[in-house]
């Protein structure tokens, strides 16, 4: 399927059908929708070049990161450090990596749409997983070979990796339990985004196995970045009951948090415990320094590139979908002290 029979299919101009593939202003959204869904069920893929379409691959794989997020900004080096490590071990593989942003402003299932059918790449490794995820659904249909770094409920047979954020909510629990704490809060996201459903998950554990009622006040949604962390902080400590202890779904949030308390008066740990998700090089300028987590990014990168070129292993044991939850080790910060006055 070339552009010429997918023009001819739809009975538009091959003109139309590029500058929709390509995003070009001028295309009609219908039209736009028609061309892209035709594109994906009929397999068509762009001829970027006689070589690539000789072998018929690319040898290159694309990593869709969402851009326009304050969480993907300069206060978080996640994913420098991981794509640095996955980027190493393509090439070691003779395999290139190109990242593929999607703008917040973008309709993220049409920006997938138009990557497909272009063909640029061999696979995709797709970030910011939702619960239920269209874009998942999406590439189910078309015979592009991808997985995600995250979990999804959306039906599918796919791979994936996903971080431990149900385990380390469950052990935030137990570790400020041990201490005392039973009035515990947590920031959680304040969209969709399937992680903040499994912290939460492991935190509504924690509480149970501690016998500790669930407070619906405490749970708290705000977004991930600095500003949702300055918002978070100033709830917690502004609170009638206020909270002996305080969990972050994400670390990004922890400086906002920490300039909350100090303009309100509050002292991380010695007033309100703080347990952090991720060690990150920018929490060691907080003092006291944030209990967290400990991840090891480079073997993440590695792991993520092993795992999407096994999708393109002729190897039918290889190439088979799996999934994967990566532990995380827990460190010791002296924002996470006994409560002042205990229930």
Known sequence: MNIRRLA????????????????????????????????????????????SLRRGATNTIGFVIETGHPAHQAGDQFFYVVLD?????????RYDLVILPCHSAD????????????????????????????????????????????????????????????????????????????????GLPDNDVALGYHYKAGYLKGLAEAGIPVDESLLIRVPTSELGGFSLGKQVAGMAGQPTALL???????????????????????????????????MRFLNPAPACFRLDLDALGTRLGETVLDLLSPDEEIGRRRGEIVPLTFVQGKSLQPPRNPA
């Open 8 to 51: 001819d299919h739809l009975n538009i101009s091959i003109g139309t059908v590029s500058r929709a593939l390509n995003n070009r202003p001028g295309v009609h959204p219908e039209t736009l929708e028609k061309v892209l869904k035709a594109a994906t069920e009929l397999g068509y893929v762009a001829n970027q070049s006689g070589r």
């Open 85 to 93: 490590a996955m980027n190493l071990y393509l090439a070691e593989q």
């Open 107 to 186: 309709d993220p299932v049409e920006f997938l749409s138009r990557v497909i059918a272009r063909g640029i790449v061999d696979a995709l490794v797709m970030t910011a997983t939702r619960r239920v995820d269209h874009r998942i659904a999406q590439l189910a249909k078309s015979k592009l070979p991808f997985m995600t770094l995250g979990r999804s409920e959306t039906p599918g047979n796919y791979s994936w990796i996903d971080l431990d954020f149900e385990g380390v909510a469950r052990r935030s629990v137990q570790e400020a339990v041990k201490l005392g704490h039973r009035r515990i809060a947590v």
């Open 248 to 282: 972050l779904c994400s670390e990004v949030t922890a400086a906002g948090v920490y300039a909350a308390f100090a303009e309100m008066g509050i002292e991380a740990g010695r007033d309100i415990s703080v347990v952090a998700f991720r060690e990150n090089p920018l």
